[in-house]
């Protein structure tokens, strides 16, 4: 909970910065999504380096994870 990952669409370049939060912290006006969001579903488990395409009413996005700049236990934050 609370990471935060920066996200490249592979088709237009737009880079996204997103933190997963339960979905009662989820705000995406604040860059925060539940982990149950078809989005905080489809990058759960990726690293950085990974590409998955995430399906969306419009069409297939492609996306690529490309950095993940804030893990809570990577930084030793375990009560967040």
């Known amino acids: 909970m609370n990471s935060k990952v920066e996200i490249l669409d592979l088709d237009t ?3 996204m910065t997103y933190a997963l939060v339960f979905p009662r912290d989820a705000n995406i006006d604040e860059g925060r999504i539940s982990i149950l969001a078809p989005l905080g579903t489809a990058i ?3 690293r950085v380096g990974d590409e998955f395409e995430w399906e969306m009413p419009n ?9 993940i700049p804030y893990q809570p236990e990577a930084a030793g934050d375990y009560d967040r």
């Not at 069409?59 to 950095?67: C, W, Y």
């Open 44 to 46: 759960l488990g990726y």
């Open 59 to 67: 069409g297939q996005r492609r996306l690529k994870i490309v950095k």
């Open 13 to 15: 370049q737009e880079t």
